[in-house]
Nanobody, 123 residues
Framework: QVQLVESGGGSVQAGGSLRLSCTTSGITPRYLVAWFRQAPGKEREGVAAIDSYRDTVYDDSVKGRFTISQDNDKRTLYLQMNDLRAEDSAMYYC??????????????????WGQGTQVTVSS
C-alpha cells in the first residue's frame, strides 16, 4: 500500500521560510517524486520534482527560492522554501509517478498523491 504523508506547512510572513516534508512508503526508488500546489480557484501545478537519478527540475516561479531533496534512502522528500511570497500560498501536495518523462510532471499523470499541507504567506 502506497502512502505519502506531508508535514511542515503553516503560516509565515513574506520573505520567510518553511520546509515541507513528505514521508513515503510503498514506492520504489525508481519513482519520480514531486511537489505540486493548488491555490483556491486555480489548477494544481507542479512546483518541483526529483527523479530516480536525483536530477531536479523546478517551475520558473520558484527557481532560486525552493529546493527539492531526498534522504539517502529516498523515503523522505523535502521542499525547502525560502523568500516566500504571497503568491506561494496554496495547498502543497507530495506526488509520485512511474514511469515518468523528463521535466515537471503533469497532475494528470501522477499515480499517487498525499493529502496535502497548507502554506499561507502573508504580505
Amino acid at each position: 500500500q502506497v502512502q505519502l504523508v506531508e508535514s511542515g506547512g503553516g503560516s509565515v510572513q513574506a520573505g520567510g521560510s518553511l520546509r515541507l516534508s513528505c514521508t513515503t512508503s510503498g514506492i520504489t526508488p525508481r519513482y519520480l517524486v514531486a511537489w505540486f500546489r493548488q491555490a483556491p480557484g486555480k489548477e494544481r501545478e507542479g512546483v518541483a520534482a526529483i527523479d530516480s537519478y536525483r536530477d531536479t527540475v523546478y517551475d520558473d516561479s520558484v527557481k532560486g527560492r525552493f529546493t527539492i531533496s531526498q534522504d539517502n534512502d529516498k523515503r523522505t522528500l523535502y521542499l525547502q522554501m525560502n523568500d516566500l511570497r504571497a503568491e506561494d500560498s496554496a495547498m502543497y501536495y507530495c506526488a509520485a509517478e512511474r514511469p515518468y518523462q523528463k521535466g515537471l510532471p503533469r497532475s494528470t499523470t501522477i499515480d499517487y498523491w498525499g493529502q496535502g499541507t497548507q502554506v499561507t504567506v502573508s504580505s
